[in-house]
């Protein structure tokens, strides 16, 4: 209910679980009859394979579905080649071959298994054993796709429907009045003579009539690139919530995404490639003063990356990044004992090998109470958050300057630079390229190449310590570059990834 209340509609129904909300026009009856389309679900208590329970959709990829389909054509020819012997050897045949077929199971020729098969299998067994073992084989094949693909729990509606009733202040097992499927009345109503299902639920939600979700969808995606939406309040849009800034702009915005018929991606390019977003983020101290927060929206956005965005964004720039898309979750880098200490050494973690260890953040698995340890500022995913939290403490840097994921990505980034320039001018000028989209200034010059030496020097006395850093992670390095000037490039990338120009939208 809170899940759908907050995603959909940005209201807060969960005060309508005991008592009428207190500010907002919905009673704890409105509050029960919309929980009446999610009280009708056939759980049974058992599991599927991987702890799932039923019913499941299976989301086969394209290479297992031609996988499965190759292995069902085999075992069904194995299954015609078999029928052929059936009509070769019916069983009318004499059973004077018996006695030799048993020896073929390496057995007295009274033992009962033997007797107990048809003449005609015993005749052709010679026949089928190649057949059979090939059928197994394959019978096994199709056994390891089905077992490898994707499942995702799905709802079934319950027949008959289950009965709902409020609950006498939110408790369990104190029951009051009956009520049937509806939706607030303060928001537009169903239409007539719709069936009492989840389906009725979902058209409604986006049905044109609607006054919130579209409204809703294009105050979160004004977030994502603002770092704050049109309605500061991304979670609540009712009374407690703050008005938003540009009324007329947010109407405007959730008319078009719905006239395009929900569009998402020609919602995200309205919003980058409008005047306002591609405004400077410069701020002159008057505008400061007057407008610290851009309410008035007199310039373009800045505020600090999330920690997810930042990962991406060091493994982009060092060519780490894989960019495949789909497929299951990924575990990546992580200090040891972790999990066991949240499961008292019940659960281990087991990190990926390969490409899965530079998948997107997105793709990185995650348990519900022990969040990726790389990542800050997330929400906790014990319950449903649409805006998260940006804070500033020490800590971040300790991650982003020690973290296996960013020296990894560092050092792959300096081999890069080592290997594709020649010189220290031409590697450092591309470095603060990359990694701020600009050219450094002539000051920027000298402070970096001041740093560079510096670090030259340091680890020029200290050549175990560079061969530490550039071992970083489970890429091989290149063995041929030196360890002194690797490992000097590695700390020069890492300290330009943590610039504030770097970590924070411009």
């Given at each position: 209910?809170?899940?759908?209340?907050?995603v959909?509609?940005?209201?807060?129904?969960?005060?309508?679980?005991?008592h009428?909300?207190?500010?907002?026009?919905?009673?704890q009856?409105?509050?029960?009859?919309?929980?009446?389309y999610?009280?009708?679900?056939a759980?049974?208590?058992?599991v599927?394979?991987?702890?799932?329970?039923?019913p499941?959709?299976?989301?086969?990829?394209?290479e297992?579905?031609?996988?499965?389909a190759e292995?069902?054509?085999?075992?069904a020819?194995?299954?015609?080649?078999l029928?052929?012997?059936?009509?070769?050897?019916?069983p009318?045949?004499?059973?004077?071959?018996?006695?030799?077929?048993?020896a073929l199971?390496g057995?007295?020729?009274?033992?009962?298994?033997?007797?107990?098969?048809?003449?005609?299998?015993?005749?052709?067994?010679?026949?089928?054993?190649?057949?059979?073992?090939?059928?197994?084989?394959?019978?096994?094949?199709l056994?390891e796709?089905?077992?490898?693909?994707?499942?995702?729990m799905?709802?079934?509606?319950?027949q008959?429907q289950?009965?709902?009733?409020?609950?006498?202040?939110?408790?369990y097992d104190?029951?009051?009045d009956?009520?049937?499927?509806?939706?607030?009345?303060?928001?537009?109503?169903?239409?007539?003579?719709?069936?009492?299902?989840?389906l009725a639920?979902?058209?409604?939600?986006?049905?044109?009539?609607?006054?919130?979700?579209?409204?809703?969808?294009?105050?979160?995606?004004?977030?994502?690139?603002?770092?704050?939406?049109?309605?500061k309040?991304?979670?609540?849009?009712?009374?407690?919530?703050?008005?938003?800034?540009?009324?007329?702009?947010l109407?405007?915005?959730?008319?078009?995404f719905?006239?395009?018929g929900?569009?998402?991606?020609?919602?995200h390019?309205?919003?980058?490639?409008?005047?306002?977003?591609?405004?400077?983020?410069k701020?002159?101290?008057?505008?400061?003063?007057?407008d610290?927060?851009?309410?008035?929206?007199?310039?373009?956005?800045?505020h600090?990356?999330?920690?997810?965005v930042?990962?991406d964004?060091?493994?982009?720039?060092?060519?780490?990044?894989?960019?495949?898309?789909?497929?299951?979750p990924?575990?990546?880098y992580?200090?040891p004992?972790i999990?066991?200490?949240?499961?008292?050494?019940?659960?281990k973690?087991?990190?990926?090998?390969?490409?899965?260890?530079?998948?997107?953040?997105?793709?990185?698995?995650?348990?519900?109470?022990?969040?990726?340890?790389?990542?800050f500022?997330?929400?906790?995913?014990?319950?449903?958050?649409?805006?998260s939290?940006?804070t500033?403490?020490?800590l971040h840097?300790?991650?982003?300057?020690?973290?296996?994921?960013?020296?990894?990505?560092?050092?792959?980034?300096?081999?890069?630079?080592?290997?594709?320039s020649?010189?220290d001018?031409e590697?450092?000028?591309?470095?603060?390229?990359?990694?701020?989209?600009?050219?450094?200034?002539?000051?920027e010059?000298?402070?970096?190449?001041?740093?560079?030496?510096?670090?030259?020097?340091?680890?020029?006395?200290?050549?175990d310590?560079?061969?530490?850093?550039?071992?970083a992670?489970?890429?091989?390095?290149?063995?041929?570059?030196?360890?002194?000037?690797?490992?000097?490039?590695?700390?020069?990338?890492?300290?330009?990834?943590?610039?504030?120009?770097v970590?924070?939208?411009?």
């Amino acid at each position: 209910m809170d899940t759908t209340a907050t995603v959909w509609l940005c209201l807060m129904l969960g005060c309508g679980r005991c008592h009428d909300h207190k500010y907002d026009p919905f009673t704890q009856k409105e509050y029960y009859q919309l929980f009446a389309y999610f009280n009708n679900i056939a759980e049974s208590g058992g599991v599927d394979r991987g702890g799932n329970a039923a019913p499941v959709l299976s989301l086969p990829t394209e290479e297992q579905t031609h996988r499965k389909a190759e292995v069902s054509h085999s075992i069904a020819d194995y299954d015609k080649q078999l029928k052929k012997l059936d009509e070769k050897y019916p069983p009318t045949q004499e059973q004077s071959q018996r006695p030799a077929i048993a020896a073929l199971f390496g057995a007295p020729a009274t033992l009962g298994m033997v007797l107990a098969l048809p003449d005609s299998f015993l005749i052709s067994f010679s026949e089928r054993e190649p057949i059979l073992k090939k059928r197994g084989e394959a019978r096994k094949a199709l056994d390891e796709v089905n077992r490898s693909i994707v499942q995702t729990m799905v709802m079934e509606e319950r027949q008959p429907q289950r009965d709902t009733f409020i609950l006498i202040r939110g408790q369990y097992d104190k029951y009051g009045d009956k009520v049937s499927h509806d939706v607030p009345a303060m928001l537009s109503p169903l239409p007539k003579d719709v069936p009492a299902n989840r389906l009725a639920l979902a058209k409604w939600l986006v049905d044109p009539a609607n006054p919130l979700t579209a409204r809703v969808t294009v105050n979160r995606v004004w977030q994502h690139y603002f770092g704050s939406g049109l309605v500061k309040t991304t979670e609540d849009f009712g009374v407690q919530g703050e008005a938003p800034s540009h009324p007329e702009l947010l109407d405007w915005l959730a008319v078009e995404f719905r006239e395009s018929g929900w569009n998402v991606k020609a919602l995200h390019k309205l919003i980058v490639s409008s005047a306002t977003y591609r405004q400077a983020s410069k701020m002159a101290p008057a505008l400061r003063e007057r407008d610290p927060e851009n309410h008035l929206l007199a310039r373009g956005p800045r505020h600090r990356l999330s920690s997810m965005v930042l990962r991406d964004q060091a493994l982009s720039m060092s060519g780490l990044l894989v960019e495949k898309l789909g497929g299951p979750p990924v575990k990546p880098y992580q200090p040891p004992g972790i999990w066991e200490e949240m499961s008292f050494g019940k659960t281990k973690y087991v990190q990926d090998k390969g490409e899965s260890l530079y998948r997107h953040s997105l793709y990185t698995f995650w348990r519900r109470a022990v969040p990726p340890t790389m990542m800050f500022d997330i929400a906790s995913r014990q319950v449903c958050t649409v805006r998260s939290s940006r804070t500033n403490t020490p800590l971040h840097a300790l991650t982003l300057l020690n973290d296996v994921t960013y020296v990894e990505a560092s050092r792959v980034l300096a081999e890069r630079l080592l290997t594709e320039s020649s010189s220290d001018e031409e590697r450092t000028s591309h470095l603060f390229r990359l990694a701020t989209a600009r050219k450094p200034s002539d000051a920027e010059k000298q402070v970096l190449a001041r740093a560079l030496e510096r670090l030259r020097k340091q680890y020029g006395v200290d050549k175990d310590a560079a061969l530490m850093l550039v071992s970083a992670g489970e890429k091989p390095r290149k063995a041929d570059l030196d360890v002194v000037d690797h490992a000097a490039y590695t700390g020069l990338v890492s300290m330009v990834l943590n610039l504030d120009e770097v970590i924070s939208k411009e």
